[in-house]
């Protein structure tokens, strides 16, 4: 059931979760629909102490969801007119699929701007990996052919604060799975940028994560889909998944944007050797052929020249960030790889150089098999630390890695210490964790300035 954020004047609305969306949401709705009210507010553990000054809800009944049960929570939400869900309260939990039974419009923030606006001019990127990458490219060349350009979702602003800005000719959100697995109205163009296996725990296999994921093609307002043909197990899953009769653009292929091992490509001639680029690594140069693609099918045209359209473009943050090069030896920050697949294209992205890898995070039953394999045989020296990295020295070893180039460490402060004494002129000294953060740190962002902070402590 499709819901429009104006249609929730005068509402009792249920909100379920914290963070910047639902922020944003209370924020509009206070602002835009003062008769619309938040009246239940539930959360996964004890909500922040300024919950209800973020929600400008002084009234609303708060709760508490237990992990083993919550049918106070479905009770009282019961009683609204909507629940707004944070995108990391899962659709697949018992309670959401007792709401939704029940006949009760769950949603989010994202899905009520999408279904105010509608697709026209918007761009909807997705992936396992790739998709910050991707949306910010195709804002920022947008913006450097004179498209007036906006920049949303998990990147940006969250996707209602754009109704406090000016209409942009060019919307581009980035989606998660956690966004498409109940949103009902698509964007104009969809791009799927990888996929693989991620997020078991939120949507209870690899099947239905996939499932999820590749929903996004089929949502009623995609006109167009673009598609990494480079990514295997994304083409074997669309051609199960996918409806056939979306039009596609592949980017990856030689008939189209694509990427060598000096150039980027259109429709096999040269435009931009890969040292011009702003970005390190094949899998980023496939990145920019995404957006490129994605901007030809929202009818973007002529296309922006390489490389003078990416100038001023900055890298994200954690994501193959150099954070110091000291003593010959560059130190970089790839925090934001939380899978075997995405520490593998890091690895890919310093060829010629000795690398020494800190990984391990999270155990989401990742397997490391290839990861080990390819350590093993390109020499390089992974350092593990909790939980995931005995798992992954292990794949190392077995893989036929030496002991000296498989070391386990109690924590990021002993591995740092350790890619000290490991270090020569040359080295790259990688945070690569191939696994989530949520183990031992809030996100991905704070285990990446915690790698920072040590860091610079010594140089």
Known sequence: MSVRFSQLDGARVGVWGAGREIASFADQLARRLPSARIAVAA??????????????????????????????VVAALAACDVVVRSPGVSIHRSEMRALRESGMPVTTATALWLAEHGGEGVIGVTGTKG???????????????????SLAGNIGVPALDLLDGDAADVTVLELSSYHIADLDTGPEVAVVTSLFREHTDWHGSEEAYHADKLRLLSLPGVRKAVINARDERLARAIAELAPADTPTLLFGVPERWDVSAEAIL???????????????????????CGALTALEALGVSPPPPLPAALHGFLPLAHRLETVAESDGVLWVNDSISTTPESTLAALASFPGREVVVIAGGQDRGQDYAELGRVLAETGATVIGVPSTGPRVIAAAADAGAPSSRAIEAADMREAVALTRTLARPGSVILL???????DNYRDFEQRGERFRALVEQRT
């Open 43 to 72: 959360f996964d553990g004890t909500p922040p102490e300024d919950v209800r000054d973020t929600l400008r809800a002084p009234d609303a009944r708060i709760l508490t969801v237990e992990i083993d049960g919550g049918e106070e």
């Open 131 to 149: 998709k910050s990458t991707t949306a910010a490219l195709a804002c920022h060349l947008a913006r450097a052919v004179g498209r007036r350009a």
């Open 266 to 288: 259109s429709k096999g001639e040269p435009v931009a050797r890969l040292d011009q680029l702003p970005l390190r690594g094949e899998h980023n140069a496939l990145n920019l």
């Open 432 to 438: 690569s964790p191939a696994a989530p953060s949520y």
